[in-house]
């Protein structure tokens, strides 16, 4: 049985390529940071990596890595990760957003089902209701451009039941990007 899971987004913006003179997320690198770190904590030795793959739009244009398998493993890293990635193992890191059409401004641009579909998902996350989760349209999923769909839905399975307790939940740049932990305890 999976002991700990931390949810944190894709954003390419978390990861040092992206980043500007000043952080555009203050608040979200900081709970990533502390989340990870409360993980790596638990788990130094082994820890499993879940994250969408490679998008062929994103492969088309160069791009050789999924965006949440490098957010991860830089995550990780900031946190002094030095054990393996193993698919076994009982500390799990999945990296996914929300829908990315929240706003005018949004990658996507404004789809007013965001709301709704990401208010279900946090909920299913709180909560730790697998079959809220399952229970979301992927074909909707797609057009509101939640690219980690699987990810979310699969994060619902390794929490068991169990509840997310949300560290962030937000959406700058009109993209919804949560930060959670649950654990079994000890």
Same mark, same amino acid.
């Given at each position: 049985? *999976?002991?700990?899971?931390?949810?944190?987004? /894709? *954003?390419?913006?978390?990861?040092?390529?992206?980043?500007?003179?000043?952080?555009?997320?203050?608040?979200?690198?900081?709970?990533? $940071?502390?989340?990870? /770190?409360?993980?790596? /904590? $638990? +788990?130094?030795?082994?820890? $499993?990596?879940?994250?969408?793959?490679?998008?062929?739009?994103?492969?088309?244009?160069?791009? *050789?890595?999924?965006?949440?398998?490098?957010?991860?493993? +830089?995550?990780?890293?900031?946190?002094?990760?030095?054990?393996?990635?193993?698919?076994?193992?009982?500390? =799990?890191?999945?990296?996914?957003?929300?829908?990315?059409?929240?706003?005018?401004?949004?990658?996507? +641009?404004?789809?007013?089902?965001?709301?709704?579909?990401?208010?279900?998902?946090?909920?299913?996350? $709180?909560?730790?209701?697998?079959?809220?989760?399952?229970?979301?349209?992927?074909? =909707?999923?797609?057009?509101?451009?939640? +690219?980690?769909?699987?990810?979310?839905?699969?994060?619902?399975?390794?929490?068991?039941?169990?509840?997310?307790?949300?560290?962030? /939940?937000?959406?700058?740049?009109?993209?919804?990007?949560? =930060?959670?932990?649950?654990?079994?305890?000890?």
């Amino acid at each position: 049985m *999976t002991a700990d899971v931390v949810l944190v987004p /894709s *954003t390419p913006a978390l990861l040092p390529e992206y980043a500007g003179a000043a952080d555009p997320l203050p608040e979200l690198r900081s709970a990533c $940071r502390d989340a990870v /770190s409360w993980l790596v /904590s $638990r +788990h130094p030795t082994a820890l $499993r990596l879940v994250a969408a793959p490679l998008r062929p739009a994103d492969a088309a244009r160069g791009v *050789t890595s999924p965006a949440g398998e490098r957010v991860g493993r +830089h995550l990780l890293g900031e946190a002094g990760f030095g054990g393996r990635l193993d698919g076994g193992a009982e500390g =799990v890191l999945v990296v996914a957003n929300g829908t990315a059409k929240r706003t005018e401004k949004a990658p996507g +641009h404004l789809d007013p089902r965001t709301a709704a579909f990401d208010a279900q998902v946090e909920r299913a996350l $709180r909560e730790g209701d697998r079959a809220l989760l399952a229970a979301l349209d992927a074909e =909707v999923a797609e057009e509101l451009w939640v +690219h980690d769909f699987a990810v979310l839905v699969a994060l619902g399975d390794l929490l068991g039941g169990r509840p997310l307790e949300l560290d962030y /939940s937000g959406d700058p740049y009109g993209v919804q990007y949560w =930060v959670g932990r649950a654990t079994c305890g000890s």
